[in-house]
């Protein structure tokens, strides 16, 4: 299994960036796909989730509104719409997959174990939102 995340930058505030989460190694009908973010000196975020099966989603509430998560199976991707850019945007964002049975719900507790239990994860991509 190999997730490669690519589609950082550099950024002004307010600004909007495309991550993209390449994957290869399983099928994504079986895993639950997200992303999670570290800033310096931070605890990992869980930031959203989509399901490999149905396509739902999850958003934590601090991107809610401004995050849009979606994949395309066909090319095993999944991609991280990202608007209206905050400096506290700022940080590594990793792509990660978990095993998950087909329509589970996409929730909190889903992004959890995405953040700290999947066993598949990128290198990550860097965002910097200058104000």
């Known amino acids: 299994v190999l997730l490669q995340a690519s589609g950082g930058g550099l950024v002004q505030a307010g600004g909007s960036l495309r991550l993209s989460c390449a994957a290869s190694g399983f099928t994504f009908d079986d895993y639950a796909i997200g992303w999670f973010r570290q800033a310096p000196g931070k605890e990992r975020e869980g930031v959203s989730c989509?399901?490999?099966?149905?396509?739902?989603?999850y958003y934590s509430d601090s991107v809610k509104g401004r995050f849009t998560i979606s994949s395309d199976n066909a090319k095993n991707t999944v991609y991280l719409q990202i608007n209206s850019l905050k400096p506290e945007d700022t940080a590594v964002y990793y792509c990660?997959?978990?095993?998950?049975?087909?329509?589970?719900?996409?929730?909190?507790?889903?992004?959890?174990?995405?953040?700290?239990?999947?066993?598949?994860w990128g290198q990550g991509t860097l965002v910097t939102v200058s104000s």
């Open positions: 989509i399901s490999g099966s149905d396509g739902s989603t």
């Open positions: 990660a997959a978990l095993v998950m049975r087909r329509s589970a719900p996409m929730n909190a507790a889903t992004m959890y174990l995405l953040v700290y239990e999947s066993a598949y």
